[in-house]
């Protein structure tokens, strides 16, 4: 079994490092390289991660029964136990570990992009929710989401007024009422009630 990962190792290595070499071709023939081909030439050195590691990585990004669980990717790549007490422990501390390691990060990432989970996807995903109309909770949900995204709607600031001013607030917040309902009153006066005759 551990064979197979050192064969996938070599077989993405081949395949970053052929990708680098294009890469290098067309920089120096002056050609312009698309953004994901410069990403793909500067691929972490999968030599880096030991056949475990990339176990770990492929367990994480893709495996349905381990996605996104370190600590059964990592149980499941050194053979530990996850309902052993002290496996379960040193999975969980190895496997935090595992997820700071820049290399390791990078692969996740790289995995989860070949699987199709990128912006492009979850744009889509959320069109969907803000498309549909049988949840509508999920699609409110989507619409602040999307807002937040593209900084439409700030929340509001908390403004922290000392005691002895907040009499002159009430009365400037009054003043604004006052106004806005006088605005209101001329509209409705001027008979422009919107009803045409």
Known sequence: MVDEPKKIIHSIKGKVEEQGKKVQELKDKNISV???????????????????????????????????????????????DPRDENDAKTARECASRLLKNVNVCQRISRL?????????????????????????NAKMIGVKEYNALRKRVTKPIELIVPDED????????????SSKQ???QKKNDSGDNGVKG
């Open 166 to 177: 907040e009499n002159v607030l009430a009365q400037v917040f009054k003043a604004m009422i």
């Open 182 to 184: 006088n605005d209101e």
């Open 112 to 136: 989860l992009d070949d699987s199709g989970l990128n912006d492009s996807f979850v744009d889509k995903q959320m069109l969907f929710v803000i498309s549909q109309n049988e949840n509508l």
């Open 34 to 80: 698309s953004e994901e081909e410069e990403v793909i030439g500067d691929a972490p050195n999968i030599e880096e991660l030991n056949a475990r590691q990339e176990i770990f990585c492929r367990n994480y990004a893709n495996n349905k029964e381990f996605f996104a669980n370190g600590l059964r990717s990592y149980c499941d790549a050194y053979n530990l």
